[in-house]
């Protein structure tokens, strides 16, 4: 086929406008006989469509963003047709060009539109068993997983069938090389890749799970935990020196120290998750991140925590209209604020942020006091031991607590004279 007869054109559709006014841009591939259609997936202000140039009129942020996009296209587009072009001499169809530059055909849906199913299928159960944050992220690693996508293929998307061994590989170089991310961000996006990849073979979508021969490479951190005498200073902190919700975000961080629950399980805490078993008051919850039931006993001064906010449920507290939980806890990044200010308070050296208190009550709260592993674990919410031997750094007190308790049984091994 010669080349003259291949032609690319965009063009408003200026009969469908969304709520801001803005009409959808299409595009119309040709390739000899055959004409195909497709969504270019951008909009734009009609006025500034130029029908001769196929392109936004003038500089504002609106016309470049959308020029630029359409500028990609066109070169992705192209590129195919190229590759077609120089394969065989056989006819080129416009429906096949299409198929290879958006990864679709009727036999295979591709792996970005696989992974808008899963988020939305996600977005559904935010609130219920899954959390804003997470969302966050997901829609985060949607968007580097398609610039990969485009860097790498040069196309919009493509089957989910493709992805194996070799693509995980090249994604795993993409964020370190391309991206520079170290080495556990890019752990978290291939994780969340693998979720998708076995939800998605689970549902006979995929014939393999491509992460079967791949190990997802983690880098160890050590916890950052603040020691129980820090946490009496932050307790013994005059209310006089709070100003606001300083006091809420200190309360709430003392919850945490003392039930190892992380932000998001404080947050979505309600009197279903609090019950009474064999004399004692427990939480029982199962975490917003992975779904693992926490059984924890509910100390008297977290019990206090509770007694002091239950009913004060304010829109001055949260996002979102109040839906009976427990504890009014401000928004992740306020406490976070709230918490340098008091660790400087306090005097205490560290950058305080709110997870830490989960990792306190890991370490110093519970393992460091003798408290076994198998109890920590499980209050934890974690479905492996080692996942809580992370927090189980043994500290010289802790050593010498242990031998004190064998040195009478020692003693009997003492040499005579």
């Known amino acids: 086929m010669e080349k003259e007869k291949f032609k ?3 063009y408003l559709k200026r009969g469908t406008q ?12 040709s390739a000899g006989r055959s004409m195909v259609q497709f969504s270019c997936k951008c909009s734009c202000t009609p006025r500034l469509w130029d029908s001769r140039k196929n392109r936004l009129l003038g500089k504002s942020a609106e016309a470049v963003s959308v020029n630029k996009e359409l500028d990609r296209l066109q070169v ?3 590129k195919v047709y190229e590759s077609l072009s120089g394969k ?5 169809t416009a429906e096949r060009v299409r198929e ?13 539109h696989h992974t808008d199913e899963y988020i939305d299928r996600f977005r559904e159960r935010v609130g219920i068993d899954r959390s804003e944050r997470r969302l966050k992220c997901l829609l985060l690693f949607r968007k580097h997983l398609a610039n990969f996508v485009r860097y790498r293929y040069h196309v919009e998307d493509i089957p989910v ?3 194996d061994t070799a693509l995980i590989k090249d994604l795993e170089d993409y964020f370190a090389k391309e991206k520079g991310f170290k080495l556990n961000t890019s752990a978290g996006y291939l994780s969340m890749l693998a979720s998708l990849l076995k939800d998605l073979h689970k549902r006979h979508i995929i014939d393999t799970y491509p992460f079967i021969n791949h190990s997802i490479r983690w880098e160890v951190g050590t916890p950052r935990y603040i020691t129980r005498e820090e946490v009496g200073l932050i307790a013994a902190l005059g209310e006089d020196k ?7 975000s200190r309360d709430m961080f003392l919850f945490s120290c003392l039930t190892g629950l992380s932000y998001t399980d404080v947050y979505h805490l309600t009197e279903q998750h609090v019950f009474h078993e064999a004399g004692m008051t427990w939480i029982r919850k199962p975490r917003i991140k992975t779904g693992n039931v926490c059984h924890i006993p509910l100390l008297p001064e977290a019990a206090a925590i509770i007694k002091r906010y239950r009913g004060i449920h304010t829109r001055a507290f949260r996002h979102e209209p109040p839906k009976g939980y427990l504890l009014p806890i401000p928004g992740c990044d306020t406490v976070n604020i709230h918490l340098k200010k008091i660790a400087r308070l306090c005097g205490i050296q560290k950058t305080l942020t709110y997870h830490m208190a989960r990792h306190t009550f890991a370490s110093q709260m519970t393992l460091s006091e003798g408290v076994s592993i198998e109890s920590v674990s499980k209050m934890l919410g974690h479905s492996q031991i080692k996942t809580t031997q992370v927090y189980a750094e043994t500290s010289p007190e802790r050593v010498f607590l242990d031998i004190e308790k064998i040195l009478p049984q020692l003693a009997h091994y003492q040499l005579t004279n």
């Open 88 to 92: 065989s001499d056989a006819p080129i």
């Open 242 to 248: 709070l100003q606001g919700y300083e006091k809420v």
């Open 161 to 163: 069938q493709k992805v």
């Open 100 to 112: 290879l530059v958006f990864g679709l055909n009727s036999e295979s849906q591709g792996l970005l």
């Open 18 to 29: 969304d709520k801001n006014g803005k009409s959808p841009i299409m595009g119309r591939i």
């Open 8 to 10: 690319l054109l965009f």
């Open 76 to 78: 992705s587009i192209h």
